[in-house]
Nanobody, 121 residues
Framework: VQLQASGGGLVQPGGSLRLSCAAS????????MGWYRQAPGEQRELVASIRRSGDTNYKDSVKGRFTISRDNAKNTVYLQMNNLKPEDTAVYYC????????????????WGQGTQVTVSS
């Protein structure tokens, strides 16, 4: 199983970016999908998560600016980031709790490679 993230870049304050992360491999289903970020010298933190049902959870500082969504048919999670601020600068990582295929249906946690988001004028 692999998670492939894309969509990072350099943007000015107030700008927007959309991150995508696609899971591939031997997947039966995906439970929770999420985005984390890690700034230099800081611990990795949860930005947003979404359950298969569509229920979402956001870090307080991104509420109203970021929107997480997923396409279950494509095993893909998205993070729409609007009104970006310099403090959003970090490496963003996607995460997924994936149920493997038969006969074991093992549940494991997977991480994508990071994608850099830099907000600067």
């Amino acid at each position: 199983v692999q998670l492939q993230a894309s969509g990072g870049g350099l943007v000015q304050p107030g700008g927007s970016l959309r991150l995508s992360c696609a899971a591939s491999g031997s997947i039966f289903s995906i439970n929770v999908m999420g985005w984390y970020r890690q700034a230099p010298g800081e611990q990795r933190e949860l930005v947003a998560s979404i359950r298969r049902s569509g229920d979402t959870n956001y870090k307080d500082s991104v509420k109203g600016r970021f929107t997480i969504s997923r396409d279950n048919a494509k095993n893909t999670v998205y993070l729409q980031m609007n009104n970006l601020k310099p403090e959003d600068t970090a490496v963003y990582y996607c995460n997924a709790q994936i149920v493997g295929v038969a006969p074991t249906f093992l549940i494991n946690d997977y991480w994508g490679q990071g994608t850099q988001v830099t907000v600067s004028s």
